[in-house]
């Protein structure tokens, strides 16, 4: 059975335990992934997640109202099937991060960049044994390749769910540093998500706010909430 069906079908949806995990049923049939992979995920809690969404579906099934059942499909058929290269993806941004790259002007920008980005790279020095270089403008620095080495195998570490979620951590706020801060409880979700948007806020401080530009920023900020949320629900 797919996944992905167009109509609702079925009247009962509810949470099984099964070797690897746990799934979700549909009148007792086990969802699958759009690879027709079955849905086995590593926590209760997620398949509860996973189950909601499915029961609240009327009529035409909505994959866009359904984020916890797209990114268990993203964990099984993309993020564990191509782990290794997801991880150096993703790795990859620890050379290019967010935190490192600062503004020449105005000044006051440059001193509330300090000011925010400044503790948490004292922190990947310290805590993640993983120093940074900041730099005024974009033209690339090289970092340390035994700090980037460091960040690398910690993305190593983890399981294709965490993965998936940290994925988005990484791409949404584009800085490694402040996905691991948020894994590793230095700061919440919503805290990181201020911080890597610092820039953006300051310039719509200057030249007005944007229609468009809010509502891309509201859809990127909950699916940054999100990724935090599948990350702990990966076990």
């Known amino acids: 059975m797919s996944g992905w069906s167009a109509k609702r079908f079925w009247t009962e949806t509810r949470v099984q335990k099964v070797d690897g995990g746990f799934t979700v049923r549909l009148d007792g049939r086990a969802v699958k992934t759009p690879a027709k992979t079955p849905l086995i995920v590593p926590t ?88 940074l270089t900041a730099t005024a403008g974009v033209m690339h620095v090289a970092q340390p390749p035994d700090s980037l080495a460091r960040l690398t195998a910690r993305i190593g570490r983890m399981t294709a769910f965490q993965l998936t979620g940290f994925h988005d951590l990484v791409v949404i706020s584009g800085s490694l540093v402040l996905a691991l801060a948020v894994t590793d409880r230095r700061l919440s979700a919503q805290e990181a998500w201020r911080l890597s948007r610092l820039d953006e806020h300051w310039q719509a401080g200057v030249w007005g706010r944007d229609e468009e530009a809010e509502a891309l920023e509201a859809a990127r900020h909950e699916g940054f909430l999100h990724a935090e949320r599948f990350y702990r629900f990966s076990g």
């Open 44 to 131: 209760l809690a997620m398949a509860e997640r996973i189950a909601a969404e499915w029961q609240a579906q009327q009529g035409t099934v909505d994959p866009r109202t359904m984020p916890w059942t797209r990114s268990a499909n993203a964990a099984l058929d993309k993020v564990g099937t191509q782990f290794a290269e997801v991880a150096s993806l993703l790795a990859a941004y620890g050379d290019t991060d967010l935190l490192c790259y600062r503004a020449d002007g105005p000044p006051e920008l440059a001193l509330r960049q300090a000011r925010a980005w400044d503790p948490l790279l004292a922190w990947s020095a310290t805590a993640l044994d993983a120093p």
